[in-house]
Nanobody
Framework: QVQLVESGGGLVQAGGSLRLSCVASGNVFSVYTMEWYRQAPGKQRELVALVTRGGSTNYADSVKGRFTISRDSAKNMVYLQMNSLKPEDTAVYYC???????????????WGQGTQVTVSS
């Protein structure tokens, strides 16, 4: 099986920075897209940022210019550098990988368990 584990969450003051990491372990042949989502209390889960296998990135408008997503494909890892954090960034952050477990398998999505980010005003 495949496991995704996030780390790096915590409590930070507004204007501060955090760096989230997510690593995939287990039966991973190739990872296509790596994504970060977040879900605030009472709200739907939303896409924050993604990076393709080719290195193209895309961001939610609310985080453009403040967050940077990057990946280390050799390590099956994705990072989210979050700067100039705001109280409205408070949420549980999840990583999602779209990947192949074997060369002959169909690709599918795997999710991490989430890491809490709390930004105080």
């Amino acid at each position: 099986q495949v496991q995704l584990v996030e780390s790096g969450g915590g409590l930070v003051q507004a204007g501060g920075s955090l760096r989230l990491s997510c690593v995939a372990s287990g039966n991973v042949f190739s990872v296509y897209t790596m994504e970060w989502y977040r879900q605030a209390p009472g709200k739907q889960r939303e896409l924050v940022a993604l990076v393709t296998r080719g290195g193209s990135t895309n961001y939610a408008d609310s985080v453009k210019g403040r967050f940077t997503i990057s990946r280390d494909s050799a390590k099956n890892m994705v990072y989210l550098q979050m700067n100039s954090l705001k109280p409205e960034d408070t949420a549980v952050y999840y990583c999602k990988f779209h990947l192949l477990q074997t060369m002959s398998a169909s690709s599918r999505d795997f999710w991490g368990q989430g890491t809490q980010v709390t930004v105080s005003s």
